[in-house]
């Protein structure tokens, strides 16, 4: 059998209704359980630094199934609070219970902004809140609303570092299957729905061997200190070409670090580390550019929430490619929903 | 890359809002299009049987992209009317203006039973309704009322026949990674989980070699008189075992027929086929079956729309193995959710 199970349609919702909803079901929490980058990572940088946990209260803001929870029971913190606002709590209730950690590890039902925790400061967050593109239906927003209203100063947050990076990418077959397909749908024109395949990053993993560029990080994100409007940015990029080629795409991925571990724990879900189901995000270009080695690509990436559903993210790339056989440059404007 | 897009979570929404936006994102079609053993049978049906279309008042139930009312366009028909209540539509109306279709393809937004047609009557009923386990978030229900109220008798309905069909397997590894891995899960019990996982059929591609019986029809469906009652059911199924092995799960697909056409156009979602969207529908026992060729397997399934969440399937399987080693029998509830 392959590995995939059933594959809901995507839904359109209201953000409320979709978010609240889509933690519900087992197979998200399965997909995230199994890939093991993201677990055990988590599970090092708990389980290795049992001093830092030790006697400790400890937040999981989002705990889905409680597996982060009863990692930090398990290090020795004396008090646990999960948090989740999805029906999956029920069950991770039932499974701290059969693991025998209930005296350890509380778990609360409802929204961040809304629980009334049983203390006043932690002294730790956990928490998994990244999403595809890092911020697209993230929960960092709640995660930075838990550390202003909980964190003992001094605290620390578990991860507390991310950086987003980005390259360019040879990538023709697979736009021809993704984008060009629109062309010629069994002999009709539906380049209506072209336009739309354009302007949405696809979630996907990349063969390292396309990347033809340096890449860069062009955001850092401190999760100790990020205001959450500075989670709406601008930042340049800049990147040189690595040899002769075409550039379909730009592709996006990000580093997450526990630096407040004893020594920091570090995982990327890049083109060149192994498999996260965040996979990489590409922005497909409309036409490639025509390259040589050491040319630069420059430009910059806005991304900020849409103001109508603020769980889309609107990303902006602007660049400029200067180069031997053509100057191109362009904004485009994409949209993730 | 790999072919797989973004996988949205799994929304657990009211069914009307599920249904609603399910389609509107372009994914799902693009999905639906590049499943060829499902759009070159329409597109075969249609146009190797321009004799039948020629001049006539066609309806499409759920047109989405408007594929199968092009098809029915360019194979004659004097009008052909299109419904679909997803946004999905917008992009089709579009699309038929693309490709000079505008003068024949009406397409309307709204639900079949409210919608208002330029016609009374229709000559040929398409729709592409099917879903997964056949009848788990279907549009049969929709292209019945459509038949009842618009078909004029002696009118044609492609597909007009659909066959439900049984089979076991042997599964233990596949098991092992959906089911059994709840047991242990980084070192934590998350049997919780797995109650949950048992009671959902998975919807996956199954390896032919798997298969240890014989398999058998156990509903047929004659779309052109079923009525909406029928669709909830009780039917037995008998097969044999086929060689000493162990039986982890039972096994259902379905084959769609267009016995309208000159010459039946016909295609499989079984595991001996083509890879087709719809995949195969795995329904694991609590406990293998211990089986030796010739043995039967007999029992019942029963298929219903849930009370609460009519868009949920409600599935009972009753089987009994009488065996050399063993004679097991039980009833088990699955729901697809």
Redesign the interface.
């Given at each position: 059998?392959?590995?995939?199970?059933?594959?809901?349609?995507?839904?359109?919702?209201t953000s409320k209704?979709?978010y609240f909803?889509?933690?519900?079901?087992?197979?998200?929490?399965?997909?995230m359980?199994?890939d093991e980058v993201r677990?055990v990572s988590y599970?090092n940088a708990i389980l290795q630094n049992k001093h830092l946990f030790e006697g400790k209260v400890v937040l999981d803001v989002g705990c889905g199934?409680g597996?982060l929870s009863?990692?930090a029971a398990?290090a020795g913190a004396k008090l646990v609070i999960g948090v989740d606002m999805s029906?999956i709590i029920d069950?991770a209730k039932?499974?701290v219970a059969?693991?025998g950690l209930s005296d350890k590890v509380t778990l609360l039902k409802g929204k961040m902004e809304e629980v009334v925790l049983p203390v006043d400061h932690v002294d730790i967050i956990i928490s998994e809140w990244m999403g595809?593109f890092l911020l697209y239906e993230s929960m960092l927003d709640t995660v930075l609303v838990a550390r202003d209203k909980y964190l003992t100063p001094g605290g620390l947050i578990f991860p507390d570092t991310a950086t987003m990076h980005i390259a360019a990418i040879e990538?023709g077959d697979?736009r021809k299957?993704?984008i060009d397909?629109w062309d010629d749908?069994?002999?009709?024109?539906?380049?209506?729905?072209k336009e739309?395949?354009l302007k949405e990053p696809?979630?996907?993993?990349?063969?390292p061997e396309a990347i033809n560029t340096t890449d860069c990080i062009f955001k850092t994100i401190d999760i100790t200190t990020v205001t959450k409007e500075e989670l709406a940015f601008t930042a340049p990029f800049h990147i040189q070409c690595t040899r002769r080629d075409y550039v379909h795409a730009l592709l996006v991925w990000f580093d997450i670090s526990f630096d407040a571990c004893h020594k920091p724990v570090r995982f990327t879900t890049g083109p060149r580390g192994k498999y996260t189901h965040w996979k990489q995000t590409?922005f497909y270009l409309p036409e490639p550019l025509v390259t040589e080695a050491g040319e630069p690509i420059t430009g910059e990436i806005t991304s900020r929430p849409n103001d109508t559903n603020p769980r889309d993210i609107d990303i902006t790339i602007k660049y400029r490619h200067e180069g031997e056989k053509e100057t191109k440059e362009g904004a485009l404007d994409y949209r993730m929903c």
């Open positions: 059998m392959a590995s995939n199970s059933i594959t809901p349609a995507k839904a359109d919702l209704d979709y909803d889509s933690y519900a079901h087992f197979g998200i929490h399965e997909e359980l199994k677990t599970q199934t597996i009863m990692f398990k029906n069950k039932q499974i059969d693991n595809y990538d697979y299957e993704k397909f749908v069994y002999g009709f024109n539906m380049r209506a729905i739309v395949a696809l979630v996907d993993t990349v063969d590409v």
